[in-house]
């Protein structure tokens, strides 16, 4: 199968290759680029009718923004008040300054339940922190829940979506995967019966596993609840059944109120699987006696966000609900797939995020991995300038390049230095004109085109044409202009 | 565990330094939140019937199974339905009416907490299970459950594969908005809600929709018309 023949997906920032070079696996790979232009183009026209179909779609925006930037400019109250309210309920609050200090209290509150094994809802956080491979290294058996989280694992592939996390699978992939890791024979591709092999797979599981892991959509500072939104019913089994819950989330998560859900549910769903409501959203408190875990634990995660919050600019990236309308409006995100960002979190939303929560030392080339059309900030529900913070990012980035010594021998810093040069004297920019006209003149072809230039000209003349430099400039037109030798040169 | 303190002041401080112009508390920060814009469409503009119209045909779409009837009816209705699904094993929550609760089928009552609760393998082996609702939102065909006596521990709605839910007329909202009103209206914050919009679906394998992953994988809805929805 191709997708098995192409290299292991690197999530990892601080390891994966750079963007150009992550991305060509699939650009050369056709069964991927069809699987993930699908999933694409169903999801989009499922959106597209329903954001139409919704009258105050621009008005709800409008305020998921400013909720969002709320939430974000109150942080610090919002966080206490939440902290006291999820304990006054019964919960017990923990902070975590980065990754390493989230997997160590994870970990510990794992120990303490003497847990061996453990079920999971679909956590991009803790995907994030590398959760599952930490978990694995210390003895304890992770079984993911999630339809898609389960094709991945069993598949030891990666997510290449915040959404949907498999959709660059299909379904005769997903059929060899259960059948070999599930035992199964005689498995047909039919997606009900893998769903059916799935659901076997876990019922078992559900009810025998008692302690689970699992994210949060939202964090009611008000009333210290949280929230989870799906499709499939694996997060209220997780939710419900065990006798222990560990809750893991980015402090980003806060909103001020339980009333702020009759906007962040409008626009999530729509903009995440395009329908009205997703089938399952549960919020708890705490704890309940009789109902739900005994224990629940929530892990507030930093991990470089309160650093963004400083950056006035960046800082709107958090308000991010992670409905991957970004990704799946993305021309670039749609040609690649999700790997080639090397993080979990891909497309336009990630080109930001992972090099922010990378405080800029990894995932420098994903600021470039865009062609700043606007796709994305037009249908994110939360107004997040997307273009924009990545052309602040970009600016970090030569900041950062500016600095390194390598740039000394570096062809293109020399000719930029050089062009800043004669830009700013009049002299020398007439004088290198009429140097580039003579120099150009034996390249260029009788249709005014140049379609090869030697030496490091080759690199631009490579993928495309250059034009040949007029005969007269528009300064040297201007000055004759009344002349009489103006119409001649158009 | 010494992890419950270590970072908790760091990060606080961190968050507090890069929000300078944030409020000091969140009592502080009610006034900006007073203040957001909020000019999306909080009430329906839909006539009673039509509302009611809409929350069945949202729910059909769903693959959800709807009926109506009236309130003295409800028993009877109640029975068809279980007849119908061919299902005789059944849990229920305490709060029920008794006459729900409609002879010749086997009723499991579950007492909530302690003393009496269903343990979880009978709840998986029934066939089925009947609840009351708290709300019901049209423009999205949602069901909403905060989980009271009459509406059932949350497992109670999860294992078994068939839910039949009772919506009266009067509960029947047609934005989200309007729900959010209604809950606070009825208490301050709930503090377990299942939002149920449909049965248990997935589109994992190819963006092709498939009902019953782990949730219920029949939903099916009675709608009450009691005299409160004739009124408005
Ligand atoms: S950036 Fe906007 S569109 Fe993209 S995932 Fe986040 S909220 Fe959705």
Not at chain 1, 8 to 22: K, N, S, W
Not at chain 2, 116 to 127: H, P, T
Request: a positive charge; glycine letters at 6%.
């Amino acid at each position: 199968m191709n997708a098995a023949a192409a290299p292991h997906p690197v999530l990892d920032p601080a390891h994966a290759p750079p963007f150009p070079v992550a991305a060509l696996p699939v650009l050369r790979n056709p069964q991927l680029r069809k699987n993930v232009a699908h999933a694409i183009d169903v999801i989009q026209a499922k959106r597209a009718r329903l954001v139409e179909e919704k009258t105050d779609w621009q008005a709800l925006r409008s305020a998921a923004a400013a909720i969002r930037a709320h939430a974000l400019e109150n942080l610090g109250a919002y966080l206490e008040l939440f902290e006291a309210r999820c304990t006054a309920a019964g919960g017990q609050v923990h902070w975590a300054s980065d990754a390493a200090e989230a997997r160590q209290i994870v970990l510990d509150l794992l120990r303490q339940e003497n847990a061996a094994e453990v079920i999971k809802i679909k956590s991009m956080t803790s995907a994030e922190i590398q959760l599952n491979p930490f978990l694995e290294s210390a003895g304890i058996e992770v079984f993911e829940t999630d339809l898609a989280e389960i094709i991945l694992q069993l598949g030891e592939d990666e997510p290449s979506h915040i959404v949907v996390p498999a959709l660059h699978v299909n379904r005769s992939q997903v059929r060899e995967i259960f059948a070999r890791r599930m035992g199964i024979e005689n498995l047909s591709d039919n997606p009900q019966a893998l769903t059916a092999a799935a659901r076997n797979y876990l019922r078992e599981k559900f009810l025998r596993i008692p302690t689970a892991i699992g994210g949060a959509n939202f964090l009611i500072a008000e009333t210290g609840s949280v929230a989870v939104v799906e499709s499939e019913g694996n997060g209220r089994m997780c939710l419900t059944l065990p006798r222990t819950l560990i809750t893991l989330a980015g402090i980003e998560k806060i909103l001020p109120r339980y009333q702020d859900l009759e906007v962040m549910l409008q626009v999530l769903a729509r903009s995440a699987t395009g329908e009205r409501m997703n089938p399952y959203t549960s919020l708890w408190t705490g704890v309940r006696a009789g109902d739900g875990p005994e224990r629940f634990h929530v892990v507030l995660l930093d991990n470089g966000r309160s650093r963004i919050l400083a950056r006035k600019n960046e800082r709107q990236t958090l308000r991010c609900i992670r409905c991957a309308a970004c990704m799946n409006a993305c021309p670039v995100y749609r040609q690649t797939g999700g790997h080639a960002y090397g993080s979990v979190y891909p497309g336009p939303i990630g080109a930001i995020l992972t090099p922010q929560l990378m405080q800029m030392r990894h995932a420098q080339s994903l600021p470039y991995a865009s062609s700043l059309c606007g796709a994305c900030f037009e249908v994110c529900p939360v107004k997040i300038n997307i273009p924009e913070v990545l052309i602040d990012l970009r600016a970090v980035v030569t900041d950062q390049e500016r600095l390194r010594i390598k740039r000394l021998f570096d062809p293109m810093y020399l000719g930029l230095r050089v062009a800043a040069l004669v830009f700013s004297r009049a002299w020398l920019f007439h004088a290198a004109q009429r140097m580039a006209r003579i120099g150009l003149r034996p390249f260029t072809k009788k249709d005014g085109w140049i379609h090869a230039l030697p030496s490091i000209g080759a690199e631009w003349t490579q993928t495309r044409d250059l034009r040949g430099l007029p005969k007269q400039t528009f300064h040297a037109w201007w000055a004759s202009r009344g002349k009489g030798v103006a119409r001649e040169n158009r | 565990m010494t992890s419950t303190v270590s970072s908790r002041e760091p990060i606080l401080n961190r968050v507090r330094a890069a929000t300078p112009d944030g409020a000091p508390s969140a009592a502080d920060a009610q006034r900006s939140w007073s203040a957001l814009p909020r000019d999306y469409i909080r009430r329906g503009s839909l006539s009673a019937p039509s509302r009611l119209e809409l929350m069945m045909e949202r729910l059909r779409e769903y693959d959800a199974e709807t009926s109506e009837c009236r309130l003295e009816e409800l028993p009877a209705a109640i029975g068809a339905q279980l007849t119908r699904s061919g299902r005789r094993t059944l849990v229920a929550p305490e709060g029920l009416p008794q006459e729900w609760l409609v002879p010749g089928f086997k009723w499991k009552i579950d007492h909530g907490s302690g003393n009496g609760s269903l343990d979880i393998g009978e709840i998986e082996r029934a066939d089925g299970v009947l609840t009351a609702c708290f709300c019901g939102v049209a423009d999205s065909g949602t069901v909403v459950l905060h989980h009271t006596a009459a509406e059932g521990r949350r497992v109670l709605t999860l294992l078994p594969d068939w839910h039949l839910c009772i919506l009266r007329a009067s509960q029947v909202v047609q934005t989200l908005p309007e729900y959010f009103s209604r809950s606070h209206e009825s208490a301050s914050a709930p503090a377990l809600v299942t939002w149920i919009s449909g049965p248990s679906a997935t589109a994992d394998i190819e963006m092709t929709r498939i009902k019953g992953v782990h949730g219920p994988r029949f939903l099916n809805v009675i709608l009450v018309r009691d005299e409160d929805a004739a009124a408005t």
